[in-house]
């Protein structure tokens, strides 16, 4: 049986804050399908479908990426910029979810063209409804580009 497509890749490498996105997104009803990457090589892997993710079929991308930005082997920055240097991820819509809200990852992020930058609130109230908010706005407000098949 098929995994249904992931309207939602979580590039997250900390358990607590995987644990806690997910269960905000579910606390709000969000019952679209997540994926979730822990590194910043497997998020590529994923998006590129190759490596691990090689079976995956390149037209299902997720509607929205939510993005940290301290990753193992690759970080947020990079990942970014990588994804929009392909062609057929440059309008992939990404969302920095982060808990630095230093002014240099701001301007990189979107100089590197991220949709948004989402510092994480350290409040669990606060947390719960800035994820509801995103979830609100990327999976049912947000008109996604049409997937461009590529190489």
């Known amino acids: 049986m098929s995994e249904s497509p992931a309207a939602i890749l979580l590039v997250e490498d900390n358990p607590d804050d ?9 606390h709000h009803n969000v019952h679209n399908h997540v994926a979730v990457v822990r590194d910043g090589a497997e998020a590529l892997e994923y998006l590129f ?15 929205v990426v939510l993005l940290d930005l301290r990753l193992p082997k690759l970080d947020g920055l990079q990942v970014l910029k990588r994804i929009r240097a392909e062609p057929r991820t440059r309008c992939q819509p990404v969302v920095v979810l982060t808990s630095s809200d230093e002014e240099r990852d701001i301007v990189q992020s979107y100089e590197l063209g991220a949709n948004s930058f989402v510092r994480k609130p350290v409040e669990f109230t606060e947390f719960i409804q800035g994820v509801r908010q995103l979830g609100l706005y990327w999976l049912l407000i947000n008109r996604p580009p049409p997937v461009k098949a590529g190489p």
Not at 18 to 26: D, K, S, V
């Open 18 to 26: 995987e644990a806690l996105t997910l269960r905000a997104l579910q």
């Open 49 to 63: 479908c190759n490596g691990a993710y090689a079976d995956r079929n390149p037209e299902e991308m997720p509607l």
